[in-house]
Every structure is written in C-alpha cells, then in structure tokens.
C-alpha cells in the first residue's frame, strides 16, 4: 500500500506528479493515516493538525523556511523535518542582489517610465562602493556575501553566532544597520526575528540606505518601513516578500523607490527542479530508512 501524503500547500505540478507516482495524496483534508505532509516554505502545521495524524512520521518542505511548523509538537512527537538546502541558494542570493541593484539604478521605475513614452534620465546611486549589511549569515546570506563582494567596500553581518568567514561581524541588528548602506535580510521567519526591522532599525540605515528582504515578510514591522519610505528617512526598498502574502499593500504598489517581487527568490527552472528532486528523495530516504539529504539539524 502507497503512504498516505497530506499536500499542505499547492506543489508545483512537477512534483506533484512524480509524488503521485509513489505515494496517495491527499489535497483537502489529512486522513489519520497520514505519514508524511509536504507543502512549501510557506505552510502552517500547527498543533491541532499534528494531534489528529498519529501517524505523521515526517514533514518534507518544498523550501527552506520551517517557521509556520509548530517545532515544539513536532519534537514532543519525534516528527522528522525535511527541507531542500542548496537547491535554491543561489538563485535567492542572486535575487536579493537584482533587487538591490534595480532599486539603485531605478530599473523597474525607469522601465515603467519608458513604457509610458517617457524618456527621462533620472539619476540612480553608484551601487559600487557601498557597505552591504546582511542580517542571518547562513546558507543564503553567504551567498550573498560572496556576490556582495565584488561590489562592496566593506561586507558585515549579524547572525546568532560569528562564523569564520572574511566579513565583518557585528553583534546585533541596530549596529548592522547604522554600519550599512545596503541592508539585506536573510534570516529565518519566526517569533526571534518578527518584526526585527522597525521604524529604529530603519533610521539607523538612514536616507540614503537601501534595505532588501528575501527572508520573510515577518522580519519587518510593514507599517514602520512604509512610514519611512514615504517620509524618504530612507532611499528606497527591493521586497521579495510580505508580511500578508498575497497582499502587497497599496502604499508599497505606488512607490517609485521600493522594487516588489512575488516572493520569486527560489523560482527558477532549475531551483525548482532541483527543490522537487529533494523533496522525492527526502521521503523516499525517510520511507527506506535511509539517510534524508535534507534532514533538519
Ligand atoms: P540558514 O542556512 O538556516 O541560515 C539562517 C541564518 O540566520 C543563520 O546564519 C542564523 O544564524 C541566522 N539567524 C537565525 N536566527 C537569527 C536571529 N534571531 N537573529 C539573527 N540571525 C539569526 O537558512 P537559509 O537557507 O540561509 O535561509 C534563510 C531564510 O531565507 C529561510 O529561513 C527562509 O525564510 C528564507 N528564504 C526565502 C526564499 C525566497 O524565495 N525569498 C527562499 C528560500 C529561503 P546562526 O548561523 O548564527 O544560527
């Protein structure tokens, strides 16, 4: 008998074949026969939901995020947690610096502009040259030290630890952003980092700073970075994520300065095709006793 598979979330269609080649899937309600969820990083299981599967063995994440995943009911009951690191790292990397850059050089404004017939030259910021801050040094945000570098006077980082690596390390968030001319986020989601970037964090970027957020609309108080756009307290914003997805709020869809993005980081062709092939191979491994590749720590 094929295991029984909660999808949480919709899988890109790729997957979900190849997972229906091997396992019974199940799109609307969980059965107590469960053994395995698989959704993306965005997914919510929460405790009530783990309480009715007593047969929920492992939760196989099409991503890397894990925040919506209630962590304390997964480890009380031994649930396994999959997830898909280095299949999507670069391109999220290459992201957050696209982002960065087309806020500098106004790319996306300019784009706009010549659509409406308007051929004017307004002056972007010279991006080489600035101070790159990144908020969470781990596998995305490494990646995006390395690329930084080519551009950047001076690369630093905050995480929860210093790492042996060639950046500067500084101790919290507000020295990272008064230290910076650029600020990428590249933490986790979740109650540590909720609402990390507020209205104080922003005024030590200051007006001519650029933040960049590829990790999770949670890590910043919305409302404080739309005040300090529109106030300009500072230059401009490239957004690959929000706080209420698929919601982009309004006052963001105006503004010229801010870059948006539908929280496309992973998205291409090839992450995604490598992220589905993690995803099979971490509960096939599960499912023969095997050594997942992408077991969490
Ligand atoms: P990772 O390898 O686990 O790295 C996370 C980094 O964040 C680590 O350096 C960690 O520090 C740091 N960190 C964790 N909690 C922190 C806190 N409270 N304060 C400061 N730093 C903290 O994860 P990853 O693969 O780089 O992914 C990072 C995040 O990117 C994911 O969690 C996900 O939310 C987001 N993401 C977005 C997209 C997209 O499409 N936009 C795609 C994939 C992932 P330590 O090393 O010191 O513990």
């Known amino acids: 008998m094929p295991h029984d598979i909660f999808l949480a979330t919709a899988i890109p269609p790729a997957l979900e074949?190849?997972?229906?080649?091997?396992f019974?899937?199940?799109?609307?309600?969980?059965?107590?026969t469960t053994r395995a969820i698989v959704g993306g990083g965005m997914m919510t299981v929460d405790a009530a939901l783990i309480e009715r599967l007593p047969e929920l063995?492992?939760?196989?994440?099409?991503?890397?995020?894990f925040d919506g995943?209630?962590?304390?009911?997964?480890?009380a009951r031994g649930i396994q947690i999959a997830i898909t690191p280095d299949a999507l790292t670069e391109d999220v990397a290459d992201q957050a610096i696209a982002l960065w850059l087309a806020v500098d050089r106004r790319i996306a404004a300019n784009d706009r502009a010549l659509r409406m017939g308007n051929w004017t030259v307004p002056l972007g910021r010279r991006a080489?040259?600035?101070?790159i801050g990144i908020f969470g040094l781990g596998r995305i945000g490494q990646a995006i030290a390395r690329r930084a570098e080519v551009f950047a006077t001076e690369v630093l980082y905050t995480a929860r630890s210093e790492k042996r690596v060639p950046w500067r390390f500084v101790p919290d968030l507000?020295?990272?952003?008064e230290a910076s001319d650029v600020l990428i986020l590249a933490a986790p989601g979740g109650r540590e980092t909720r609402g990390a970037v507020d209205g104080a964090i922003l005024d030590r970027l200051g007006k001519d700073g650029v933040l960049v957020n590829v990790a999770r609309g949670s890590l910043i108080d919305e409302e404080a970075l739309i005040a300090a756009l529109e106030a300009h307290r500072i230059a401009g914003a490239g957004l690959d994520v929000f706080a209420e997805e698929p919601d982009v709020p309004a006052m963001l869809r105006r503004m010229n300065h801010v870059?948006?993005?539908p929280h496309q980081g992973s998205a291409t062709r090839e992450g995604r095709a490598a992220m589905a092939e993690m995803v099979v191979?971490?509960?096939?491994?599960?499912?023969?006793?095997?050594e997942l590749p992408g077991l969490l720590g």
């Open 17 to 22: 074949i190849a997972l229906a080649e091997r």
């Open 24 to 32: 019974t899937l199940h799109r609307d309600t969980a059965p107590p």
């Open 57 to 65: 063995e492992i939760i196989a994440v099409h991503g890397v995020g």
């Open 69 to 75: 995943i209630d962590r304390v009911a997964t480890t």
């Open 128 to 131: 080489s040259g600035r101070r």
């Open 174 to 177: 507000a020295t990272l952003a």
């Open 259 to 261: 870059v948006l993005a």
């Open 281 to 290: 191979a971490n509960l096939e491994a599960h499912f023969a006793g095997g």
